[in-house]
């Protein structure tokens, strides 16, 4: 099967950076929303992206423009029933993303590959009502998509190997680098980041920390590009949230990974991250102008300060101690852990690389019995 035209449902953050990346590879995107708002706003986003690229010498004029063309907006779904494959790129909900798939499964021709960019729910569920089962499978990239290079291929039990191999060159054709894992919630590395996320929220309601100094002490002792606070802002409060449910519900609701009160406090009072101008810090034009002071105000005072090294340890233990159970779990390899963090997260190190020597396991055991 040769991919000429994709069709991607949702102009969200990931729905509009999915259509800008396949374009700018060549391929021809229709990208779908329910209403001519949403696509105006991601047109604007995309082609502002695209400018960014023209201004800093990366595309020719020439290619912007044809990228640009490359894209087209549509309001009805039917106009993606010829594209070569689907991929859907709707908002975390269970119940949407079924009528979004029974109703692409009586639109697109039975050989075509339908996908879908969820990053948390049971891809076999979302395809449940579907008279082709066959054809349906997770593709789930990374925000934001034409950067980050790690794409999780997810096989649901009844994906035929055909439909796999075509969605895999497709994902490679992209420029990506492909891990595969099972149809378990949150796949690789939103369920290896989970704890990494909570642990943070549960520093601060501790009082152990604030925004700031844990996100620099993150990014100087880590390697990574954002701290834990700035990164859930990027994501989205409340799309980070939903993911953290989805997980929690999906696993059995195992106390280490309840989503954090706090978490839930700022998705309540709007505080969602730059979308919205602001989540943990203030945002203008989308980069960070200093931390939220509304929700310096929430936060209980800082006692027990705990220092860089002791927050970093924190944070790692949290994550190396979900990949062991995720590789012990037999749901991926342990290098494929490790790519995966590092390319879906832009992680320095990944999990079993992280505290991997004597002395630094030393160290961070020193911190823990410090705090007792
Ligand atoms: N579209 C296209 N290109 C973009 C872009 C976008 N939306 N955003 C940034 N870029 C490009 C820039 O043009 C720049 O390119 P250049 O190096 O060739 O000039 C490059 O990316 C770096 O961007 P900036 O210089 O503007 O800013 P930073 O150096 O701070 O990088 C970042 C921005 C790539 C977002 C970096 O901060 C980062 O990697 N953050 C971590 C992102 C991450 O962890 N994502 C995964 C989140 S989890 C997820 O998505 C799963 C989901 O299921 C929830």
Redesign the pocket.
């Known amino acids: 099967m040769v991919i000429k035209t994709v069709g991607v449902v949702g102009a969200g953050t990931?729905g509009g950076?999915i259509a800008?990346l396949c374009a700018g590879r060549g391929f021809s995107a229709k990208l779908y929303d329910i209403s001519k708002e949403i696509l105006e706003r991601a047109k604007e986003r995309i082609e502002k992206?695209i400018d960014?690229?023209v201004t800093?010498g990366?595309i020719t004029p020439e290619a912007a423009a044809k990228t640009k063309r490359s894209i087209a907006y549509v309001l009805r779904l039917e106009d993606l029933a010829a594209a070569d494959i689907v991929i859907e790129a709707a908002t975390e909900n269970l119940g949407l993303k079924q009528e979004i798939f029974s109703r692409l499964d009586a639109l697109v021709a039975s050989e075509r590959v339908i996908a879908t960019n969820t990053?948390?729910l049971p891809v076999q569920e979302i395809g449940a009502k579907a008279k082709h089962p066959e054809r349906i499978l997770g593709v789930?990239f990374?925000?934001?998509p034409?950067?980050?290079k790690l794409v999780e291929m997810i096989r649901p039990p009844r994906l035929d190997e055909k439909h796999y191999q075509t969605a895999k060159k497709f994902a490679l054709d992209l420029g990506k680098t492909v891990v595969e894992v099972k149809d378990v919630p949150g796949f690789i590395?939103?369920r290896v980041?989970r704890p990494y996320y909570i642990e943070a929220f549960r520093l601060l309601e501790a009082g152990k920390t604030t925004i700031k100094e844990m996100d620099e002490a993150v990014v100087k002792l880590g390697g990574?590009?954002?701290g834990p606070c700035a990164?859930v802002d990027?994501?989205g409060m409340d799309?980070?949230l939903a993911?953290t449910s989805a997980i929690f519900d999906g696993l059995g609701r195992p106390e280490r990974l309840k989503p954090a009160a706090l978490q839930e406090q700022l998705v309540k009072l709007d505080y969602l991250g730059p979308k919205v101008g602001r989540g943990f810090y203030l945002y203008r034009n989308r980069r960070a102008a200093g931390e939220n002071p509304e929700v310096l105000k929430i936060l209980p005072p800082v006692k027990n300060r705990l220092p860089p090294e002791a927050l970093w340890a924190h944070l790692k233990r949290a994550i190396r101690q979900e990949a062991e159970m995720l590789f012990n779990e037999g749901t991926a390899t342990k290098e494929d852990i490790n790519t995966a963090v590092r390319l879906?997260?832009?992680f320095s190190k990944g999990p079993f690389e992280m505290s991997s020597d004597e002395e630094n396991r030393n160290r961070d055991r020193h911190y823990f019995s410090a705090e007792k």
Do not use: C
Request: proline share 9%; glycine share 10%; net charge positive.
């Open positions: 990931m950076g800008q992206s960014t690229g800093k990366k990053s948390s789930h990374f925000n934001p034409p950067v980050m590395v939103n980041l990574v590009p954002m990164l990027f994501i799309v980070n993911v879906g997260a832009n």
